[in-house]
């Protein structure tokens, strides 16, 4: 048998453990899911591996990426939270100044 056939990659599916646990994944080819992962809502990209007892939810792993034993990824949305939070806050200001008012007008009938 030549040395070089032992080097190739024959099947490209997923290798996942049984013990993992995914939900809502897509894998890449050639992608491995060691012992204890958990995933939700995670895009693993080609040739990339997650060691065991790791962790990701809502986020999107690249190609050719190890991912550490016993680490936690998740991903956040800056700019919704950002946006949302700048929502907030307006909203609050426009509150405190309508009460500010409010109060302004009532003391101005009694006095």
Not at 48 to 60: D, K, L, M, Q
Not at 80 to 105: C, D, H, K, P
Request: aromatic content about 8%.
């Amino acid at each position: 048998m030549d040395r070089s056939e032992n080097l190739v990659l024959k099947d490209p599916e997923p290798r996942i453990h049984p013990s993992a646990e995914l939900k809502a994944c897509k894998l890449g080819r050639y992608a491995s899911i060691s012992e204890r992962v958990v995933l939700r809502e995670v895009t693993v990209g080609d040739f990339s591996y997650f060691e065991r007892h790791s962790e990701a939810i809502y986020t999107t792993i690249g190609k050719f990426c190890s991912i550490a034993a016993n680490s936690r990824i998740k991903d956040v949305d800056v700019a919704q939270e950002s946006t949302q939070y700048a929502r907030y806050n307006i909203l609050v200001q426009a509150g405190t100044a309508m009460l500010a008012q409010a109060n302004s007008l009532l003391f101005h009938r009694k006095g």
